[in-house]
């Protein structure tokens, strides 16, 4: 089997490789007495949720973009049987369970599966019933936690330049997602022999998430201290990459409310082309940036904060005058309904040509008077779990710009 990397250096440059996982049975284990436990405010219909995510594959595909399913590269993973072993303890020691007889049935009927089934399984979560445990005197219906929010695969790892940021997710719920990206760059043989450098390590107590790691150009990052990271885990992998070599001269740090209708940094600003931006308008009066670099002679990590406009800090970092394009085009009602549909978390696939959900449609009839082309999606159900197409996908490879 052929051998690859990865390679990010853009947000905009053409998408070659993406990764996506389409909604599965772990959407169907959603009820609403767990859907805060499970980070969801309500419950996608999976069929018309699937059928969705067919049409937005389709985008990618008709672009000549390839595409990649997280649940095959993992089964392709796990296939040797000392692997696939460590890869289920490693998930159960990520459940948190607490119980060694349940510990230890749960080990059994997922090592009796064959490896693709076995992952499908861990995806959409175990029932009691399911493998008959009357030990288990807890009124909770699952042995094994579902993980309904695995659609949205920008989060547990990200593919910076030609590197990956193992994440420390912040919500129990999500934690072991990161699982699935350590084995694939660890064991599948697209990469176990290309040593992709690995920045930031999932076991590290400081949260950090993709949403919050955009790779603005090869020299420059941003990253948000939000909700789900920290200003820590900002550092350490700031450090991590500056040692390593690799292009990055600045790293912008975008210190966000820290609520749930801002997220990540992606919810509520994305480029969309060489110097244009969406952003919500409500983070622009809190909004503080501060600049990291590297000061290669000592081996520091410099932090200074920047007084100036979120355009001029943009402009001097990008060295072109950058526009910001504000969601729902600056009418607070709009910019507040088409936020909490992610109308600011676009994804571009080529520089002036993104994805949106169809139902934001005021932000995208303005994109497209800024020159931007935009495939609008079907999102009744998708938008459901709160994230757009930029959380939904995780680029591997783009062209250099």
């Given at each position: ?41 309500d419950i996608p219909y999976l069929k018309i949720a ?62 009796n599966m064959l490896p693709k089934e076995m992952i499908?399984?861990?995806?959409a979560g175990v029932r009691k019933e399911d493998i ?270």
């Open positions: 089997m052929e051998q690859r990397g990865v390679k990010v250096y853009s947000e905009i440059g053409k998408l070659k490789t993406v990764l996506l996982h389409k909604p599965g049975r772990e959407i169907e284990n959603l009820t609403p007495s767990y859907l805060e436990n499970l980070l969801f405010d699937r059928e969705e995510h067919d049409k937005f594959a389709e985008v990618f595909k008709m672009n000549g973009i390839e595409v990649l399913y997280l649940e095959n590269l993992v089964t392709d993973s796990i296939k040797d049987l000392n692997i696939k072993e460590q890869f289920v303890e490693d998930i159960l020691l990520k459940s948190n369970l607490v119980d060694n007889k349940i510990k230890e049935e749960l080990k059994k009927y997922l090592l499908d399984v861990i995806m008959l445990l009357k030990e288990s005197k807890s009124e909770y219906p699952f042995l094994l936690e579902p993980m309904p929010n695995l659609y949205f695969t920008r989060d547990p790892f990200a593919c910076i330049g030609s590197g990956v940021s193992l994440n420390s997710m912040r919500k129990v719920a999500r934690r072991r997602e990161t699982l699935f990206g350590k084995y694939i760059f660890k064991y599948h043989p697209w990469f176990k022999d290309t040593n992709v450098s690995i920045y930031y390590d999932m076991d590290n107590p400081s949260c950090i998430e993709g949403g919050d790691q955009l790779v603005l150009s090869k020299e420059v990052l941003a990253i948000g201290c939000s909700e789900r990271t920290d200003k820590e885990a900002v550092l350490k992998l700031a450090s991590n990459i500056f040692k390593s070599g690799e292009t990055f001269e600045k790293i912008l740090l975008f210190n966000i409310p820290k609520i749930r209708a801002f997220m990540h940094l992606d919810t509520v600003f994305t480029m969309v082309d060489y110097d244009k931006f969406t952003i919500h308008p409500e983070i622009e009066d809190t909004l503080k940036v501060i600049e990291i670099s590297y000061d290669k002679a000592n081996k520091n990590v410099i932090t200074k904060e920047c007084e100036e406009s979120l355009e001029s800090v943009l402009s001097r970092a990008l060295k072109t005058e950058v526009t910001l394009i504000r969601c729902g085009g600056g009418d607070k009602i709009a910019a507040g309904r088409e936020q909490w549909n992610d109308g600011s978390n676009t994804l571009a696939i080529s520089p002036g040509k993104v994805i949106t959900y169809d139902r934001n449609y005021v932000t995208n009839e303005l994109l497209d008077k800024h020159n931007i082309e935009v495939y609008a999606i079907k999102s009744s159900e998708l938008s459901r779990g709160r994230g757009g197409p930029r959380c939904m996908s995780m680029p591997f490879v783009r062209e250099d710009i």
